[in-house]
């Protein structure tokens, strides 16, 4: 799989916004770990939850990003997820 491959897979990355959202961690490794896919392809799906506005930008210093919306709000995270693409 390559990067642009995650990007276009609704269920990965549905799954990769669950899991962030849930438990209030956004990092690649995370990701790469829990559902098993390549790094390259963890970086693309941070990529488009960022793009989607479910996770902050990158500032710099930590491995893990900001998270816009708190567990109980993981229906407006798929919502903007969905509005995004």
């Not at 916004?17 to 990701?31: D, F, G, K, P, R």
Request: hydrophobic letters at 45%; charged letters at 20%.
């Amino acid at each position: 799989m390559t990067g642009n491959d995650a990007t276009l897979s609704g269920p990965l990355l549905r799954a990769g916004c669950e899991l962030v959202v849930t438990h209030q961690l956004a990092s690649a490794t995370y990701l790469h770990r829990k559902l098993g896919i390549p790094f390259d392809g963890a970086l693309a799906l941070i990529a488009e939850l960022e793009r989607a506005g479910v996770i902050e930008p990158h500032n710099g210093m930590a491995a893990s990003r900001g998270i816009r919306y708190r567990a109980d709000q993981l229906r407006d995270a798929l919502a903007a997820l969905e509005g995004a693409n």
